[in-house]
């Protein structure tokens, strides 16, 4: 009841967020623009009219994507960053707000991924690792929570893993920080409910891009090759496809991939099988 209240006062206010369909003039920010998840929902998105802001490091491949995006590219803004530099991210959300006045939805997807035994990972690996995947996230998170709760309205998506609820060989770094996302944004929802704000994680099982070939190995040098599961993924547009219509459903978690996201429920009722089934799985 309160949330209708809540809506209904952020439509008297707003009334421009009136879309006829989920995300047309909504202004959405997605991190980890410049390629895979990231890019595919820039696409999904500008299909749907949505305003964008593109943000990862590389200014070029972010002016590739708003390129190839639908619409008008004068809705379709460049902000290049650094989520490990998390001094720096307030000052970018100050921009994205002075350009758009409000942002609708905050898509906190970019991240990196690492391979390499607990015991072989160099403490900056791990430190890397949990800057830009969950300090990076907290950091953008933080700088735009004022203005949402001041307008009584937002969504934000935080790209979590299946091994933000489940570890396995080599991910320990990797694990530990969409782990860690999921207890900062399941406290933060029950927070942030009563002005309206809603959470999304999301649990991306295989796909198709290059996560694996970005993953840090435990010296800090570059895998660079492509993972088994994610050569057999979904692809990056049929997963956003099959997000979109879920998030503007203001799920809480959603798990989206093939077979390995039994992992998921196994771990909730069989934990123990599923270690069973992890000592015998090959990760690569
Ligand atoms: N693909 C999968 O199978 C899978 C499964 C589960 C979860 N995920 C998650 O999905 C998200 C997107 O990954 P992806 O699969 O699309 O892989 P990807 O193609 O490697 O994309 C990663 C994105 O994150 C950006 N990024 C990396 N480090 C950054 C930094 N320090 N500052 C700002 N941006 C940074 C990259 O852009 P720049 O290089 O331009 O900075 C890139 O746009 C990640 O959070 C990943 O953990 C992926």
């Known amino acids: 009841m309160l949330r209708l209240f809540h809506h209904f006062i952020s439509i008297v ?4 967020t009136i879309a006829l369909m989920p995300f047309e003039n909504n202004v959405a920010w997605i991190t980890g623009a410049s390629s895979g998840i990231g890019e595919a929902l820039a696409y999904a998105l500008s299909n749907r009219g949505a305003k964008l802001i593109l943000s990862s490091r590389r200014e070029e491949a972010l002016k590739e994507v708003k390129e190839k995006c639908a619409g008008d590219p004068a809705h379709i803004q460049v902000l ?3 989520l490990a530099a998390t001094d720096t991210l307030e000052k970018k959300a100050q921009q994205a707000l002075d350009r758009y006045g409000d942002i609708d939805y905050l ?6 991924s690492q391979r390499s ?5 160099n403490f900056e690996v791990l430190r890397k690792v949990m800057e830009v995947n969950f300090f990076g996230s907290v950091a953008l998170t933080k700088a735009l929570l004022p203005s949402m709760i001041e307008r009584q309205s937002g969504h934000i998506v935080v790209t979590s893993s299946v ?5 396995t060989r080599l991910r320990s770094s990797y694990a530990a920080s969409k782990h860690a996302l999921h207890g900062y944004f399941d406290s933060l929802r029950q927070e942030v409910h009563e ?3 809603r959470v999304t994680l999301v649990c991306p099982g295989f796909v198709k891009t290059d996560v694996t070939r970005n993953m840090l190995e435990g010296d800090g040098s570059r895998h660079n090759k492509m993972g088994k599961g994610q050569q ?5 547009d049929a997963f956003a496809e099959k997000l979109l219509p879920k998030i503007s459903r203001g799920k809480n978690e959603i798990y989206i991939g093939g077979k390995e996201i039994v992992g998921v429920y196994l771990k909730r009722w069989a934990p123990g099988l599923l270690n069973k089934l992890l000592l015998k799985s090959d990760v690569t």
């Open 232 to 236: 057999d993924g979904l692809s990056p």
């Open 13 to 16: 206010r707003n009334p421009q």
């Open 80 to 82: 290049p960053l650094d």
């Open 163 to 167: 091994m933000g609820k489940f570890g």
């Open 195 to 197: 002005h309206n704000i």
């Open 117 to 121: 035994l607990a015991v072989d990972t």
């Open 107 to 112: 898509f906190n997807n970019g991240g990196i």
